[in-house]
């Protein structure tokens, strides 16, 4: 079998508002159903380092 090499980065559909349906919680209904990813956000923070 043939792997396809995807070399476009992922995307939204145009028109989704991704701030806010990437952060809404799934429904129950759709925990249920399996409908529902595990989401991790890392955050790089940007403060320098104090002296010790």
Do not use: C, F, Q
């Not at 429904?27 to 595990?38: A, D, F, L, M, R």
Request: aromatic residues 6%; hydrophobic residues 25%; glycine residues 4%.
């Amino acid at each position: 079998m043939l792997k396809k090499k995807y070399e476009e980065e992922p995307s939204i559909a145009p028109g989704m508002n991704d701030a806010e349906e990437l952060n809404r919680d799934a429904s129950n209904e759709e925990i249920e159903e399996g409908e529902y990813t595990s989401v991790t956000t890392l955050s790089w923070d940007e403060v320098d380092p104090s002296e010790d």
